[in-house]
């Protein structure tokens, strides 16, 4: 018989070999589930807040007003009298009077019933027939030496009294370009026609800004957007989050804006509100009325304002000053009201959380 060759399979040996394979396909796929998974731990589509950047915007013009006006009337400045002969010489910036009137710095001298300009440094003065509070342009020209005889009083030979003229108004162009209305409201001490004349009480107006002659305030308001930096024209526009007029801070409610505020610092503020906002914000200041530094706006220590934008994002904001250059409200020069840098003229800080989410962190 032939023999026959059989070739001998090992079973045991086979399944081995095949539990190793699936092995390392299970390995596999583990490994690549693994990399997907810190892949998306990895990725800037994270689920948690963008982070926020502060940025700093300084001196953002809010409705400045280059107009200086007299709170009250200037009182008893003494002319041409037995006590004060010739004239008393006035600095309308500084409110205060001149010794030597050589000097550039004064304004106006007060004398009898005329009155005079420096013109030695340029200056000029004029009366026009128009009222005080209705005057709202300084003329361009005209201006002299002096005022003409009789132009801003009337005088009753009956009584012997001076008058000042209600429906005509004193206009100074200064030494340095400035313009000024004037009020003579009487020429009597103590405004008391019985008391010695040739006393001085007045209003006025000065346009602090060369060559102006505007002498009203035109209310405006400053528009920013936040996510640029920079200042919008547009009014109407949606662009704009936070608007700045005088103390006033307002939000663009009309395209869905807001604004509210929090006893919390900047720093501090981690997640913004969802509800109670408003369209404008006044409690980020204080008014330090009579208290030094007199009369000054300072921003609120440890307040933030939050402002809802009108795309749907939040950013908190910290005012630092209210006033030019940001200065140090500690200073002397800062206290004296003559010397304090101009204001509505903003400093602040601020974050724009640009994800949509109310999370600062």
Not at 82 to 97: M, S, V
Not at 113 to 142: C, E, F, K
Not at 335 to 343: L, Q
């Amino acid at each position: 018989m032939r023999n026959l060759k059989f070739n001998s399979i090992n079973p045991l040996k086979n399944h081995s070999k095949y539990t190793m394979q699936l092995t390392e396909h299970k390995l596999l796929v583990v490994l690549l589930f693994a990399s997907l998974a810190f892949t998306a731990c990895d990725s800037t589509g994270n689920d948690g807040p963008e982070p926020v950047v502060a940025e700093m915007a300084e001196d953002i013009p809010g409705n400045v007003n280059t107009l200086s006006a007299t709170r009250a009337p200037e009182e008893n400045v003494e002319g041409n009298t037995e006590t004060n002969p010739g004239y008393t010489f006035f600095d309308l910036n500084t409110g205060e009077i001149i010794e030597d009137s050589t000097d550039a710095s004064w304004d106006i001298g007060f004398g009898g019933t005329t009155l005079i300009a420096n013109a030695g440094h340029g200056g000029g003065i004029q009366v026009i027939s128009t009222g005080y509070a209705d005057l709202q342009d300084a003329p361009a020209d005209g201006y002299a030496a002096e005022t003409e005889r009789s132009s801003c009083h009337d005088y009753d030979f009956n009584t012997h009294v001076i008058t000042p003229k209600k429906d005509h108004s004193i206009v100074v162009q200064t030494p340095e370009g400035e313009f000024a209305k004037i009020e003579i409201l009487s020429y009597y001490r103590d405004s008391d026609t019985e008391n010695e004349s040739r006393f001085f009480t007045f209003n006025y107006t000065l346009q602090t800004e060369a060559e102006n002659t505007q002498l009203y305030h035109e209310d405006t308001e400053t528009y920013f957007d936040l996510d640029t930096g920079e200042i919008v024209e547009d009014a109407s526009s949606s662009q704009w989050d936070i608007a700045f007029s005088g103390t006033a801070i307002n939000a663009n409610a009309e395209n869905g804006g807001g604004i509210l505020d929090l006893n919390i610092p900047f720093a501090d503020v981690t997640e913004a509100p969802t509800e109670g906002y408003g369209e404008d914000n006044s409690n980020w200041y204080s008014y330090t009325g009579n208290t030094p530094p007199s009369h000054a706006v300072l921003p609120v220590d440890g307040l933030t304002l939050i402002v809802q934008t009108p795309d749907g994002k939040y950013a908190k904001v910290r005012m630092i000053s209210y006033y030019e250059g940001n200065p140090d409200t500690s200073t002397e020069e800062f206290a004296d009201s003559a010397t304090r840098p101009e204001a509505r003229y903003f400093t602040f800080e601020y974050a724009v959380q640009t994800d949509g989410s109310v999370y600062f962190e």
